[in-house]
């Protein structure tokens, strides 16, 4: 069974390519493996802050964990909605820089593609230019699917940008993408 990695900010556009992805996942009888990841602040160059660091830091995992498990109905919820509970979908939390995170659950899971979300024309062109996505475009060990959040699956991908340095292991990532 394929892997789809599904980072999550919880925003509009991660919601909307969630549905995208499940249906995606359908499709390729994929299960999907959806990730939160968050990075604590350093705050260890703050004067008098030693002893209050750890309860800190304790209080922002909590903090994180609610949150992300407040999300998780939701996600269950779209999944419902759309009529599409048959997907297996795991979630999972992880402390740690978003873009290290995200790249190494790519490799830990094994993933065959990563599905992120994204905000439109404007977006894309960051995307392309620079933050996290840009990076995973970058550097993950499989192929990204960046959606924008007007996108809408309708069982059909008609156009796709597939970007390459035409090296050997890129082949796979564009084999998945033919099928």
Partial sequence: MATILFPTDF??????????????ADKMDARIVTLHAFDRPDISSLPHVPRALEEFHRNLD???FENYRSVVPALRKIQEDEGLTQV????????GDTKEVILKQAE?????LIVMG???????????????????????????????REAV?????NTIAFTTSFAQEEIRGLNLLQD
Avoid: M
């Fill in 11 to 24: 925003s509009e556009a991660a919601n909307r390519a969630f549905i995208y992805a499940l249906k995606l």
């Fill in 62 to 64: 909590l903090e994180e």
């Fill in 88 to 95: 297996p979908v795991v979630h999972t939390i992880i402390e």
């Fill in 108 to 112: 830990v899971e094994e993933a065959d």
């Fill in 118 to 148: 994204t905000t439109g024309a404007r977006g894309l062109k960051k995307v392309l230019l620079g933050s996290v996505a840009g990076e995973i475009l970058e550097n993950a060990p499989c192929p990204v699917l960046a959606v924008p």
């Fill in 153 to 157: 699956f309708d069982g059909e991908i």
